[in-house]
């Protein structure tokens, strides 16, 4: 061939040439290709923003999901009457106007209440606060799904604040599963659930600030309670709804009562609603014992400060104990001779330093019981023995 006889530095530029239109014809075609038979590159699977939210979800929504179709709203109305002062009826201005058709009674007023409850049975027996229905002439019952029922008040117990209401909605109610506020301890997680203020379904969080608050120190010593105290926000409304552990498990009744407090709530212990709530399913009322003192506590040096004053009506021991400060009129205490200035430092044989031990031994004793108790008079130290009377019959 001619090109064989071509001069050797034409034919090594022709061999290059011819490589270099090889090389972009295979190239040419090999993108031609790539684009058709190329699988796209597996993209990763992520949840989508709902579902990993929810397999996130939190204990709270966990113990509140658990419950929160037992927390119900509860409604009240009550009538009041009331009555001109009596300064209105003598003023000499309104009887000359008015005469004797002047109204001694003023229009009936309508009051209305707010609060909380949780169902504990199915057959529709609801916990609630005794002052949420307090007087109530009629009790509305809402459920979280929107069901409103009258209620019927089965019972109350003022001493302890806890009162049972009975609504009639089937048997197959949602209820709140109840824990052991014996095993609650300080720092444990509190959620309660409520309608605080009238807003519905309101969750909030906190812990389990202190156990066993008396309720002298919360400023309430008509009753007969130590609360579980948290800084998980309990409002008016809230009262009567459940204070959960982070299991979802029913350990308080909440009971907004300081209307002072910041950041500080109350809660009754569910193991005490418990001995009560059974009591008045029964019977409607609970029976407490009663033996007729007002207290203080008395150290030595509180002893000492009663003395030095030269005004003090009495002289009492320089011991700790319980000092008798009143005593109630034909009351167990009256009858069995103890007098002002007695400090009781012993029950039963034993020791006590408090009234709120005192109140304690007492609740737990039961009506018409005997009590030993030692008492120091004086110099003196005497036996004593009375017996218990029910505290209604003193109220």
Same mark, same amino acid.
């Given at each position: 061939?001619?090109?064989?006889?071509?001069?050797?530095?034409?034919? /090594?530029?022709?061999?290059?040439?011819?490589?270099?239109?090889?090389?972009?014809?295979?190239?040419?075609?090999?993108?031609?290709?790539?684009?058709?038979?190329?699988?796209?590159?597996?993209?990763?699977?992520?949840?989508?923003?709902?579902?990993?939210?929810?397999?996130?979800?939190?204990?709270?929504?966990?113990?509140?999901?658990?419950?929160?179709?037992?927390?119900?709203?509860?409604?009240?109305?009550?009538?009041?009457?009331?009555?001109?002062?009596?300064?209105?009826?003598?003023?000499?201005?309104?009887?000359?106007?008015?005469? %004797?058709?002047?109204?001694?009674?003023?229009?009936?007023?309508?009051?209305?209440?707010?609060?909380?409850?949780?169902?504990?049975?199915? @057959?529709?027996?609801?916990?609630?606060?005794?002052?949420?229905?307090?007087?109530? *002439?009629?009790?509305?019952?809402? #459920?979280?799904?929107?069901?409103?029922?009258?209620?019927?008040?089965?019972?109350?117990?003022?001493?302890? %604040?806890?009162?049972?209401?009975?609504?009639?909605?089937?048997?197959?109610?949602?209820?709140?599963?109840?824990?052991?506020?014996?095993?609650?301890?300080?720092?444990?997680?509190?959620?309660?659930?409520?309608?605080?203020?009238?807003? *519905?379904?309101?969750?909030?969080?906190?812990?389990?600030?202190?156990?066993k608050r008396p309720s002298s120190q919360v400023g309430i010593s008509s009753k007969r309670l130590e609360f579980i105290q948290t800084d998980a926000a309990i409002n008016p409304g809230n009262?009567?709804?459940? #204070?959960?552990?982070?299991?979802?498990?029913?350990?308080?009744?909440?009971?907004?009562?300081?209307? *002072?407090?910041?950041?500080?709530?109350?809660?009754?212990?569910? *193991?005490?609603?418990? /001995?009560?709530?059974?009591?008045? /399913?029964?019977?409607?009322?609970?029976?407490?014992?009663?033996?007729?003192?007002?207290?203080?506590?008395?150290?030595?040096?509180?002893?000492?400060?009663?003395?030095?004053?030269?005004? @003090?009506?009495?002289?009492?021991?320089?011991?700790?104990?319980?000092?008798?400060?009143?005593?109630?009129?034909?009351?167990?205490?009256?009858?069995?001779?103890?007098?002002?200035?007695?400090?009781?430092?012993?029950?039963?044989?034993?020791?006590?330093?408090?009234?709120?031990? #005192?109140?304690?031994?007492?609740?737990?004793?039961?009506?018409?019981?005997? #009590?030993?108790?030692?008492? /120091?008079?004086?110099?003196?130290?005497?036996?004593?023995?009375?017996?218990?009377?029910?505290?209604?019959?003193?109220?």
């Amino acid at each position: 061939m001619k090109f064989i006889n071509l001069p050797k530095s034409v034919r /090594q530029l022709s061999t290059h040439l011819f490589a270099i239109l090889i090389g972009v014809l295979l190239s040419v075609n090999t993108l031609s290709v790539l684009p058709s038979q190329a699988e796209p590159a597996p993209i990763a699977q992520t949840p989508s923003n709902a579902a990993a939210a929810k397999a996130n979800s939190s204990f709270v929504t966990a113990a509140v999901n658990r419950v929160g179709s037992a927390v119900v709203r509860i409604d009240t109305e009550r009538t009041v009457s009331r009555r001109l002062p009596d300064p209105f009826m003598e003023d000499p201005f309104f009887r000359r106007f008015f005469g %004797d058709s002047l109204p001694r009674n003023l229009p009936p007023e309508q009051l209305r209440g707010l609060g909380s409850g949780f169902i504990i049975d199915k @057959s529709g027996f609801v916990l609630t606060n005794a002052h949420v229905v307090d007087k109530a *002439d009629k009790v509305t019952v809402r #459920l979280k799904d929107g069901r409103e029922f009258e209620g019927k008040v089965q019972g109350v117990d003022e001493v302890t %604040d806890l009162a049972v209401v009975k609504i009639d909605a089937g048997s197959d109610l949602p209820v709140a599963p109840l824990g052991s506020s014996s095993e609650v301890q300080v720092g444990d997680w509190a959620i309660a659930v409520g309608n605080p203020l009238g807003f *519905d379904n309101t969750v909030t969080l906190g812990i389990v600030s202190t156990l066993k608050r008396p309720s002298s120190q919360v400023g309430i010593s008509s009753k007969r309670l130590e609360f579980i105290q948290t800084d998980a926000a309990i409002n008016p409304g809230n009262s009567g709804g459940p #204070l959960l552990n982070e299991l979802g498990e029913v350990i308080g009744i909440n009971t907004a009562i300081r209307a *002072d407090a910041t950041g500080i709530g109350f809660a009754i212990p569910i *193991d005490k609603a418990k /001995q009560i709530t059974s009591e008045l /399913q029964r019977n409607g009322k609970v029976a407490h014992p009663f033996i007729g003192i007002g207290m203080d506590d008395l150290t030595p040096s509180e002893a000492r400060r009663i003395n030095a004053n030269p005004n @003090s009506p009495i002289q009492v021991p320089e011991v700790q104990g319980v000092l008798v400060g009143r005593v109630i009129p034909n009351s167990p205490a009256a009858n069995a001779g103890i007098r002002i200035g007695d400090v009781i430092v012993a029950v039963d044989g034993r020791r006590i330093t408090t009234g709120e031990e #005192l109140l304690v031994i007492v609740e737990n004793s039961g009506v018409g019981e005997n #009590l030993q108790l030692k008492v /120091q008079r004086g110099n003196r130290t005497q036996q004593i023995s009375l017996r218990t009377a029910e505290l209604k019959d003193f109220s």
